[in-house]
């Protein structure tokens, strides 16, 4: 069994930053490709950035230039730095990981973490 937990979600202004923490536990073997994904009201999961475990990063458009994705392998840890956050930003934000307990690979999902920016 692995799990995700994201951390660090928080009611922010406008223009303010945040940082979230997601980290994988309980059986970790190996890590894929990792990434963060947000949900707004009555709306489907949209993907935010993706992370290989080379590094090599993707993001959605409308978070480019003031988002950034990162990973620390030792730690299991995926990380999403948002900066310049807008109310539009406001959204519950899951991690995804492609997880192996070194028999089964799993795409993981946390249980989500509620961003909401004030105008």
Avoid: H
Avoid at 9 to 24: F, I, K, T, Y
Avoid at 98 to 114: C, K, R
């Amino acid at each position: 069994q692995v799990q995700l937990v994201e951390s660090g979600g928080d009611l922010v202004q406008a223009g303010e930053s945040l940082r979230l923490s997601c980290a994988a536990s309980g059986r970790v073997f190996r890590i894929n490709a990792m990434g963060w994904y947000r949900q707004a009201p009555g709306k489907q999961r949209d993907l935010v950035a993706t992370i290989t475990s080379s590094g090599r990063t993707n993001y959605a458009d409308s978070v480019k230039g003031r988002f950034t994705i990162s990973r620390d392998n030792a730690k299991n840890t995926v990380y999403l730095q948002m900066n310049r956050l807008k109310p539009e930003d406001t959204a519950v934000y899951y991690c995804n990981g492609e997880i192996s307990n070194g028999i089964t690979w799993y795409d993981a999902w946390g249980q989500g973490t509620q961003v909401t920016v004030s105008s």
